[in-house]
């Protein structure tokens, strides 16, 4: 089996970049230490330290395979993804069988693929494929990340070449290729001190504040859309009307939401990635005040523990609200088809929030515990 990031297959908003994950999968409920366990947790800070934050980075939203709403056989819906989505991206760490099953299947498209596996871990000779290799560091990952971040700037540009079994496919001409592994660990020296942590942490946190701003906006627009609407779905649920009188109402709820709805998944989608890329400097961060002593961590140090807990606090109100817009919007999608999209946006855009929830927790646990 393997894991799988996607987003719907037919989005509503048709400038909306797909993309499938493939990637070794573990069992997250396996006895701890066992090999699926730690399959699994390897897995996820892979997603979630390089994957999610470079997709982020372009407004590509990637979901897990929990992730899928639709109903259907779960191997349809993977062959599907690997056969049309924009982009793959595929984790050949551990030469996983799946994997190397749905790789073959997508160097048959010609369509972008990306490669990225960790030193030491790859099942076969990868020199004329463009791989991107990174140690399980955190300055590993970091570079890792930026160099996946590249590698789709490369693919929304359509700078990519399709790979021999494509071209042979096609017709097209088969050139060689340079061997091209890019080694995603840098010198040490390049990796960021703890001043450049804190710096980042201070830069990033401005930046989140924006997204939260943006999720709130667009929340606000739904809800208002759904006022809006509420007399007409009154008059249709007057005794005696027929139930063709909701169509309308629901034709032109699911118009109202479509862009802001759409809007939220991507901001949603933006603010986790920023949340993951700012776990490094903020962990940093809380291991230099856990060193001080308590009357040492008065001024900036309290400031920015403080800081920490009223993220976490305000984020669980942003989980708390999506949660209910989501549950209602559950209903109104089994009401009409026309709703379907926006129900999906919003049903990603809490997935993609609650999925960094653990990571927020952790850091007002700390932070609580420091203060």
């Keep these: ?80 993804h690997v056969l049309q989505d924009d982009i793959v991206i595929a984790d050949l760490t551990g030469g996983n069988a799946n994997v190397t099953y749905e790789l073959g299947i997508r160097h048959l498209t010609g369509k972008p693929i990306i490669h990225i596996g960790e030193h030491g871990q790859l099942p076969f000779d990868l020199s004329l494929i463009r791989t991107i290799m990174f140690k399980r560091s955190r300055s590993g990952l970091v570079s890792a990340r930026r160099d996946l971040e590249t590698a789709l700037k490369g693919a929304l540009d359509n700078r990519f070449e399709p790979l021999t079994p494509a071209r042979i ?42 997204t939260t701003e943006a999720i709130s906006g667009f929340m606000t627009v739904i809800a208002e859309a759904t006022l809006q609407i509420g007399p007409v779905m009154e008059r249709a649920a007057q005794p005696g009307t027929p139930m063709s009188a909701w169509l309308p109402a629901m034709t032109e709820l699911a118009r109202s939401m479509a862009e802001p709805a759409s809007g939220l ?12 890329e700012m776990d490094a400097a903020v962990q940093a961060a809380f291991d230099v005040i856990e060193t001080m002593p308590p009357e040492q961590r008065s001024g900036s140090p309290t400031g920015f523990l403080e800081q920490m807990i009223s993220t976490a606090e305000s984020t669980h109100e942003v989980v708390s609200v999506l949660g209910e817009v989501e549950v209602g919007m559950r209903w109104l999608v089994k009401m009409s088809r ?13 997935k993609q929030v609650s999925g960094v929830m653990a990571r927020i927790a952790d850091w007002e646990r700390r932070a609580r515990a420091l203060i």
Excluded: W
């Design 169 to 210: 496919l096609f017709g097209l001409p088969v050139v060689p290729s340079p061997a091209a592994v890019v080694e995603a660990e840098p010198d040490d020296l390049e990796a960021p001190g703890l001043l450049d942590r804190f710096a980042r942490v201070e830069a990033q946190t401005e930046a989140v504040g924006e």
């Design 338 to 350: 026309e709703l379907r999209g926006p129900g999906r946006d919003l049903t990603a855009a809490v």
């Design 1 to 80: 089996m393997s894991t799988v990031a996607v987003t719907d297959a037919k989005p509503e908003d048709p400038s909306m970049t797909t993309c499938f994950v493939i990637a070794p999968i573990g069992n997250e409920h396996a006895p701890n230490g066992s090999p699926e366990l730690v399959a699994y947790e390897e897995n996820l800070e892979i997603y979630e330290k390089v994957i999610l934050p470079a997709c982020a980075r372009h407004g590509i939203v990637p979901v897990r395979a929990d992730g899928i709403a639709e109903t259907g056989e779960i191997t349809e819906q993977i062959c599907r």
């Design 265 to 276: 998944r991507e901001a949603c989608t933006r603010f986790a990635g920023q949340m993951v």
